[in-house]
């Protein structure tokens, strides 16, 4: 069965950094796009960064480009979202996702954060930052 878990979510203060992980298990296709999006209160669902499965290829949202870095580990089931400057507007609980469509493929579609084309869902982890 698929899983994802995400931590590393916690308070941190403006400026500051967090390292947020998710578990990946059961998954047996061997190419797909691995996405993190985030839900602030009274917002939309929206996509923060994803990877490919195969080849590392990455994507930021614009507002994130040289703060965030994703980052997996493939021999380890793991995918990293290293969050530097952190800004009060990125309080959100941030989850992980993951869509069986190639991400050269999602990417040429324009659907790489598109929420309907993930499939499988992480329970979130909450980001929370202060001023």
């Known amino acids: 069965e698929e899983q994802l878990v995400e931590s590393g979510g916690g308070l941190v203060q403006a400026g500051g950094s967090l390292r947020l992980f998710c578990a990946a298990s059961g998954f047996t296709f061997s190419d797909y796009t691995i996405g993190w999006f985030r839900q602030a209160p009274g917002k939309e669902r929206e996509g923060v960064s994803c990877i490919s499965s195969s080849d590392g290829s990455t994507y930021y949202e614009d507002s994130v480009k040289g703060r965030f870095t994703i980052s997996s580990d493939n021999a380890k089931n793991m995918v990293y979202l290293q969050m530097n400057s952190l800004k009060l507007e990125d309080t959100a609980v941030y989850y992980c996702?993951?869509?069986?469509?190639?991400?050269?493929?999602?990417?040429?579609?324009?659907?790489?954060?598109?929420?309907?084309?993930?499939?499988?869902w992480g329970q979130g982890t909450q980001v929370t930052v202060s001023s």
């Open positions: 996702a993951v869509t069986a469509v190639p991400f050269t493929t999602a990417r040429t579609l324009g659907v790489l954060f598109n929420n309907l084309w993930y499939t499988y």
